[in-house]
Each structure stands twice: as structure tokens, then as C-alpha cells.
């Protein structure tokens, strides 16, 4: 079993920076990738950004790239997302994923990951 807590979400104004950070604990030996993604209101979640591999390969949906930055630290089994000039858009409920080591690994696709946090809240004003 693998706990995870997001943290860092909030009320911010369009164009401001916000990171998010997902601690995992217990079994957390055995992860090959952490991931996240977005829920907004009213729609469906989406992928947002993963980390993969002893490697660190990322991945990151187009609508994001070049704004949020996903990285991690795994001495302290902690991935985070830095986010960068913050769109109206981006308003959504930010859930980070994790996945151990085994078996073919589609970043973007939510059964790919075990584990998942509860969630932390980022709005974006206008």
C-alpha cells in the first residue's frame, strides 16, 4: 500500500506560480512513476504531467508544456509540480498517482497508476 498527500493548492490570479507536492509513504520501494492529473468542474480527469524511471523521463500534456515543471525528490519519496504563469484553465481539483516497477507504462492513461492522493484544489481568477 501506498499513501499519498497533495499539498500546496490554492487561490491565485492569472499569470502567478503555484507548486503542488505529493509526499507518498509506506511502500514506497517499489514506484516507477508519479503522476498528475486534473479534474475540473464538470468535465472528465485529465493527464497533466508524469515522471518516470530511474531516469527521471517526463511527460506532459501539450497544454501545459513549457508552463509546469514535474520533478521529484525520491529520498523523500516526494514528486512536485511547479506551475508557471497560471491560466483560468488550469482551475481544478490536482491529484498526484503513483505506479511501481512491472508491465507496460502509458503516462497519460489513468490505469496505468496504483495509488492515488485526495486531491488539492488550484483556482485560477481572471
Known amino acids: 500500500q501506498v499513501q499519498l498527500v497533495e499539498s500546496g493548492g490554492g487561490l491565485v490570479q492569472a499569470g502567478d506560480s503555484l507548486t503542488l507536492s505529493c509526499v507518498a509513504s509506506g511502500r514506497t520501494g517499489n514506484i516507477y512513476a508519479m503522476g498528475w492529473f486534473r479534474q475540473a468542474p464538470g468535465k472528465e480527469r485529465e493527464f497533466v504531467a508524469a515522471?518516470?524511471?530511474?531516469?527521471?523521463?517526463?511527460y506532459y500534456t501539450d497544454s501545459v508544456k513549457g508552463r509546469f515543471t514535474i520533478s521529484r525528490d525520491k529520498a523523500k519519496s516526494t514528486q512536485y509540480l511547479q506551475m508557471n504563469n497560471l491560466k483560468p484553465e488550469d482551475t481544478a481539483d490536482y491529484y498526484c498517482a503513483t505506479r511501481p516497477a512491472g508491465g507496460m507504462y502509458y503516462p497519460s492513461r489513468e490505469g496505468s497508476y496504483d495509488y492515488w492522493g485526495q486531491g488539492t484544489q488550484v483556482t485560477v481568477s481572471s
Open positions: 515522471i518516470a524511471g530511474d531516469a527521471g523521463k517526463t
